[in-house]
């Protein structure tokens, strides 16, 4: 007698995924408004800066909480696919992952430059050394932030409302919030100050939604 293949079993996804676009919400958008209160919006010289010693912990703080939003945002990219299932299109669940996938990366670079702003700020304090470094940093770390990422940030916001609207799995208001936010974000984020917010707003509201679904659903089940 031949051997019995053993039944395949499938993964499901975790109930703890619902939760993850909450604590993403919750983790990335204090990590963005402590960057904004640690960075000047307007230039300071190297020296008014270094005797902001709050502001630079800050800013520590707010780098020590990036790699877990951006974690966490992974498991609600994956919460949504797996809340969207079978039906989802080839074509716009590659823009989907692409514009997630870049958006943490985009968030790690800034993470990682920000890190070494950080580092060469406590050098030249050490040294005694000032210079141009210190304006340089400061530009580049606010315009990953609030230019680069966010517009990954649109993609994603934009082809996830599109997906919710043609499948018919977000409520009205949902959809109307998602292309608002995703408009602002793709046009208006690097003249609107703290607008880039906007995106952890929608993931906290979107993760909400997951998870009243999800218990929704286990109920009826």
Known sequence: ?????????????????GVAGILAALLLGGAMVLVRLSIPEHPLDLTAYLARTSSRQALRVALELLPYGGIFFLWFTGALRDFIGEREDRFFATVFLGAGLLYVALLLVFGATARAYLDAIDAMKDTGRQGDFHHYGRYLTISLLTEYAPRMAAVFTLITTTIAARLGLFPRWLLALGYVVGAML????????????LFPVWVLVVGCFLLASHRRRSASA
């Open 1 to 17: 007698m031949g051997s019995v293949e053993p039944p395949v079993k499938r993964l499901r996804t975790p109930r703890a995924a």
């Open 186 to 197: 793709l046009l208006v984020v690097s003249t609107v100050t703290w607008s880039e917010l």
